[in-house]
């Protein structure tokens, strides 16, 4: 409860700051030393409610609207619009983020370090990508298990024409394929849509994303669930899940 009225109070105050027409940097600074000070889990609470305050925000700002690769529903389902996602790495975990966040999605700290000056500092670079537990090179498979089963799929997102590649189930009278069919594992019984979920390979930054095409029955990552669109991570080791099938997540470097 204690950490709760932390939250609230460092809440209030981030409003408060960016209502006088403090930026993020500015306003973060302020609180860094009450930041720092939270549990983990509190952090992640408060960097919960901060982002959703400034997707408030954003969703009335076109300058800060973020171009993100989306299949329209309301549209030719064959069309995909171009995106760029520049990612950054949490100084403190490592875990890497979207640059527009503000707190790591994995430890709730601050991605950004400001000094007194409020200036910000640069992030350390490491050339060590093969430690990484999002590293996707050029030459990576990725491996999607069956965790009932040793089914197991094979793929290389990097390797076709979009960098994308679709998960869901083929049926009768379906126009369009997905990459990874998963009907031949029951996937209608499971609950998994025709056009599920979208995976794609980053080039510029070794990783590859995922997004729910605004499926039926939902795609879970690691547990949490994902609103339609919302781009994240993929990592070795991630638990996916489509409706009721679950996937494991392995990354083979060659």
Known sequence: MVEMTEIEKIFGEYTRL????????????????AIEQLEDSAKRELARQLRA???GKSATSAAAVQ???AINPDEDSTATVEFEIVW??????????QRHELLCYACGRLLERVN???????????????????FFGQDSVLILKLR??????EVRPQSVEQYEIILGRSG??????????????EGEKYGVSRLHLSIRYQHKHNTLSLFDLGSANGSYINGQRLHPHEVRVLRHGDELRLGKLVLRVAYRHH
């Open 88 to 97: 950054i790495n949490c100084p403190h975990c490592g875990r890497s983020n």
């Open 18 to 33: 960016r209502g006088e027409g403090a930026d993020i940097k500015t306003a973060l600074a302020q609180l860094q030393e």
């Open 148 to 153: 009932t089963s040793e089914t197991a799929f």
């Open 53 to 55: 305050a400034e997707a």
């Open 67 to 69: 171009r993100i690769g």
């Open 116 to 134: 007194s000056q409020n200036e910000t500092q640069a992030l350390a670079e490491t050339n060590d990508l093969t430690l990484s537990d999002d």
């Open 172 to 185: 009768s009278g379906s126009a369009i394929m997905p990459d990874v069919d998963l009907a031949s594992i």
